[in-house]
């Protein structure tokens, strides 16, 4: 298969419980990371993160989106991992406006180098 069909077959969307979940295991791992914690397994980083551009178009076509914001985040494994989020106008997250999850588009699950 080639790079292009294999990056267009995937379904890049998770859940916003599953993204949160991986912002906020990056965010309790940084000193971690920092720290050495995880050295000696270079599945940890990567050095980028691939999405078909249906994916990144079903985020930023959302209505009321002005532009897109990049988490890192960590999934289940301790690797790390891109989320996309739309933003709205005024540089605030689609998924909490006022406080409500209104969020229709997440994406994740890209495909890791390495």
Known sequence: MSYA???N???HTISWQDAKAMIDAYNSQQQNLLGGGMAGDPAVL???ESFNL???QSVINQ????????YTGMDTSNHMRSIFLATDATGQDIIMLNGACSLTQVCETGQRHP
Not at 63 to 70: D, V
């Open 5 to 7: 069909d294999s990056l």
């Open 9 to 11: 077959s995937k379904d």
């Open 46 to 48: 990567m050095d980028y």
């Open 54 to 56: 249906s994916a990144v």
């Open 63 to 70: 209505g009321g989106a002005s532009g897109f914001r990049i």
